[in-house]
């Protein structure tokens, strides 16, 4: 502790045992030994006599975390097994030497950084003789190797991706235990935050008890005959509503009886208006009680889903039931000075992932796995042996595909996780020719029995898909002026704005984008539900902000050609509630020239024609032959950025990429900056900048609300007209709303801060 005395310092052997243990503890399913000898050796370079004189303030910085690799490997090369021991050692440097900086590439002597060069480089040659310090012996390189060797295999066979699966896991026990030895040393206080969550059992009961008052769960069970009569009745009639209420009954009570199964692959495929939020939080937390799983993690693509669904979760089982993590998210009390240390204490828990209901986005769990850095790494050992219910499970993106299924088979082969794929359109991930990472079928659960989908698809059936062919814009915006409520969803930000602008712009018309900010978003979608309860005219040309998450209902939907699990997620904003007679779900295409870079959304559209003539567009069998076209077609693309290739093993060697796959695995390519708009709460909430233009982190998480992300190129040219004013390097403002509509959001393409429509005579 730099600038403290000494009689303040915590000493080594106590930090090493304290994490040791933690480590050890976190590691309790069969790793305990290996996450302790890594705890207790972490930072025996700290021994040094040029680290001791930094503490005094006597020196620069110094290497200490090359110390504990060494030592093990010098240890173990003279044990009886010279070269497990030397194999052990250097993998056991890779989460050694990451655990302040990130695990490291494997590299060579040359390149500054990686853990040969650490190893065996300039830097190895520069560790000081902390080797002097009367270390302890080392436990027995065999002892080692029988506890890894089960984690570094899959289906029988030696596996790299397993290994360095096992890595990444040990990377996290020991750098959540450093951090939380030293938290309870350094900061007593923000330590005591840290806070104790309900227990699943408790949460199951709540859960139960709900569902049974509100009916959802009925004390009798229901009959597989009496749900198949119900397939038969029109949309909107009596019978057809009692025939949902008993197809919801029989999906949660199949959910509740699979939750006995042992740990392992679950699949969960429910028609949208199932219940599947609550059905698949019911299995979840059954399954974890019954197998001693420790906790449930819901998985979701977007913010807006996650919003909704954590809502509904509170409501239920209380307000602090649920760790809501994910960019947008601002605690209650966060910003108020009474209430910093619940707001606190919400933070401390997304660090590690302590709580026993966690809500987040697929990115952010995807990343974390797929990540070097301690910071995001600190939450893996917390997500083995839990429930991960992987809701929307078809939106994992293509250029990843490979690299997801091959994590979600290592977390339930070998860590005692269950995942759920939740969706009403499964996709295609069993084992095949062109994705051999795909699950074995005999490997997965079917929740609701494959035979019964046909029947419960039809109990759910709201709307029906029509094929308008190509048309003209002035046709499209025709159809669109013809309807009382219709919402039309296209491609593209810029085509969205221009068919807008054909229709009359009253009262009844409206835009969505990206282009708007959320919280401009959030009260046109207000006004939008409040015409639509009342039975007004309401016209929308949207894009697909409006298809994820968002629930709004329209008679007639019309929908820009795109994939068919994209028209699938549009019909969900079609006649929701099944009133009356069934909506009308209108694809078409547009005479415009796809983009240069839509490779993806032709591939799209040419496996959706293989399957546009299916007779029940949305059931199971139309989506799998969809998804078997998509990813058959796309076969060189479902690992674009070749991460499993950087988890290999080389001349017996381990050579992995860590550091290089956390730089390229990204949901989200990081090409867009954010614009604030100041409307509303903005204008005060910058004004909150201290002396220096700074801003809390509070502030800025709250400033997302009233933002609107563009391309870097688009910001450039913003800039150059003078649009933008930055501060503090990061924050860009825009100045004085120009370009900004109620309307429509956000113009970039204005030239010199003027609209081109207002150049033109």
């Not at 083995?384 to 339930?412: F, G, H, N, R, W």
Request: aromatic share 8%; proline share 5%; net charge neutral.
């Amino acid at each position: 502790m730099p600038g403290q005395p000494e009689s303040k310092w915590q000493t080594l052997d106590a930090h090493h045992s304290g994490v040791a243990q933690l480590a050890s503890s976190f590691a309790d399913f069969g790793l305990s030994e290996t996450a302790g000898l890594l705890g207790g050796t972490h930072d025996i370079g700290k021994c040094s006599e040029a680290f001791q004189n930094r503490l005094r303030g006597k020196g620069g910085k110094v290497d200490h975390t090359t110390a504990a690799c060494l030592h093990l490997l010098e240890e173990w090369k003279n044990s009886p097994s010279p070269q497990l021991g030397e194999f052990l050692a250097e993998l056991l440097a890779y989460p050694l030497l990451g655990h302040h900086g990130g695990m490291p590439d494997y590299g060579s002597q040359a390149e500054e950084g990686t853990l040969q060069h650490r190893l065996k480089g300039t830097r190895a040659n520069s560790v000081p003789a902390w080797r002097q310090e009367g270390l302890p012996p080392l436990p027995d390189v065999e002892r080692f190797a029988r506890e890894l060797k089960p984690f570094m295999a899959l289906d029988g066979r030696p596996n790299p991706f397993a290994a360095a699966f096992l890595l990444r896991i040990l990377h996290s026990c020991l750098v959540d235990a450093d951090f939380l030895d030293t938290e309870r040393f350094c900061s007593p206080d923000r330590h005591g935050l840290r806070r104790e969550w309900p227990a699943i059992e408790q949460l199951e009961k709540k859960l139960l008890q709900h569902l049974t008052m509100t009916g959802f769960l009925p004390d009798a069970r229901v009959d597989e005959k009496e749900l198949a009569a119900g397939a038969d009745f029109s949309c909107g009639s009596d019978e057809r509503r009692t025939s949902i209420r008993l197809a919801r009954a029989f999906m949660l009570q199949r959910c509740l009886a699979a939750a006995e199964t042992r740990p392992g692959l679950f699949s969960l495929t429910m028609p949208t208006g199932g219940g599947k939020t609550l059905s698949s939080l019911a299995f979840a937390l059954r399954h974890a009680r019954m197998h001693g799983l420790r906790r449930v993690i819901l998985v979701v693509p977007y913010t807006s889903i996650i919003e909704q669904n954590a809502d509904v979760i509170r409501r239920i089982l209380g307000e602090d039931a649920v760790l809501e993590h994910h960019s947008h998210y601002v605690h209650p009390e966060e910003g108020r000075r009474a209430e910093q240390n619940a707001s606190l204490a919400y933070k401390l828990s997304t660090e590690n992932w302590d709580a026993t209901i966690i809500v987040t986005t697929s990115a952010q769990f995807f990343e974390s796995l797929f990540d070097n850095r301690p910071s995001r790494c600190r939450k893996l050992h917390n997500i083995i042996q839990s429930v991960i219910i992987l809701d929307e499970v078809q939106m994992l993106p293509v250029p990843y595909l490979k690299p997801c299924l091959s994590a979600l088979k290592i977390l339930t082969a070998r860590y005692r996780s269950s995942v759920v794929l939740c969706t009403a359109t499964q996709p295609a991930l069993m084992k095949s020719s062109f994705l051999e990472e795909g699950f074995a079928s005999e490997d997965v659960h079917s929740i609701i029995p494959h035979f019964l989908l046909p029947v419960l698809y039809r109990i759910f059936e709201r709307s029906r898909a029509e094929h308008a062919g190509k048309l003209s814009d002035d046709r499209i915006a025709e159809i669109i002026m013809k309807e009382r409520q219709i919402l039309c969803i296209v491609n593209s930000r810029n085509y969205a704005r221009e068919l807008y602008e054909r229709l009359e712009g009253g009262e009844a018309d409206f835009h969505l984008s990206a282009r708007m900010t959320p919280e401009h978003r959030t009260r046109v979608l207000n006004r939008i539900r409040r015409r639509l309860a009342e039975g007004l005219p309401c016209r929308v040309v949207s894009t697909s902000v409006i298809e994820c998450g968002v629930d709004i209902s329209f008679p007639v939907v019309m929908r820009e050609k795109n994939g068919l699990d994209v028209l699938a997620q549009s019909a969900g904003r079609c006649n929701r509630e099944g009133q009356g007679k069934l909506g009308r779900v209108v694809c078409f295409s547009t005479e415009k020239p796809l983009p240069k870079r839509a490779a993806e959304l032709s591939r799209r559209r040419r496996a959706f024609d293989e399957v546009s003539d299916m007779p029940e567009l949305f059931g199971p069998e139309a989506v799998q032959a969809y998804f078997k076209t998509l990813y058959s077609s796309s076969r060189h693309l479902l690992d674009e950025k070749k991460i499993l290739e950087k988890t290999s093993m080389v001349g017996g060697t381990f050579q992995f990429q860590f550091a290089s796959i956390a730089r390229q695995f990204r949901f989200i390519e990081e090409d867009t900056e954010n614009v604030v708009i100041e409307q509303g709460e903005a204008a005060a909430l910058l004004r909150q900048a201290g002396p220096y233009g700074e801003l809390s982190p509070s502030v800025l998480r709250r400033l997302q609300r009233f933002s609107v992300q563009v391309h870097r190129h688009e910001l450039e040219r913003m800039k150059k007209d003078g649009r933008i004013d930055t501060k503090n390097g990061f924050l860009h403002v825009l100045v004085g709303g120009t370009g900004y509509s109620e309307k429509t959001g956000l113009d970039v393409t204005l030239e010199h801060g003027v609209p081109v429509e207002d150049l033109m005579f």
